[in-house]
């Protein structure tokens, strides 16, 4: 299965709940870029995505938006009707073992390619839950890093870092 896991972009601080902070528009900018990336990265190796799990935070929510933008300018074509599950255990507190135990049923179940949109400090554990403390990665607004994970132990294979 790949995996890619994503922390929103960068979000604005001033808000009546953290669960309704906004992106900024340079963290608009940003989750569109990789978007980009992350479609010539699709479309080069002729796949699509079978799940995108995504936090119910606005700041998410938009980054989402802003990825499927990104994905639409490079001309990857998937409709995500189907493949979107907003959910609350991908939230900055969410639990770390029920995000695996999921991953792996979607696995188990068929899964191939599946993109998760969320926080710290779960995107930073989840990471090193799933090499097995072997790769860590600076989630900086917008980082996405690639997983191959095959068997019990994932391979960190690529971080994309969003670039001005």
Not at 68 to 82: D, K, M, P, R, Y
Request: charged residues 20%; contains cysteine.
């Amino acid at each position: 299965m790949n995996i890619w896991i994503m922390r929103h972009g960068e979000a604005s601080f001033s808000a009546s709940s953290d669960s309704a902070r906004m992106l900024t528009p340079f963290g608009v900018e940003m989750a569109k870029k990789q978007g980009q990336w992350l479609g010539n990265r699709l479309n080069q190796a002729k796949i699509q995505l079978d799940k995108i799990l995504v936090s119910p935070y606005l700041r998410t929510q938009q980054t989402l938006e802003a990825v499927e933008q990104g994905l639409q300018a490079v001309g990857f074509s998937q409709s995500f009707t189907n493949l979107v599950e907003t959910w609350e255990e991908i939230t900055p507190d969410g639990n770390q073992s029920l995000v695996l135990d999921y991953l792996d049923f979607l696995r188990d179940e068929g899964a191939k390619n599946v993109l998760l949109i969320s926080h710290l400090p779960l995107v930073f554990d989840l990471v090193c839950a799933l090499t097995h403390e072997q790769s860590q990665v600076h989630f900086y607004p917008a980082v996405m890093a690639e997983l191959c994970w095959q068997g019990k132990i994932a391979c960190l294979t690529h971080t994309e870092i969003p670039r001005n």
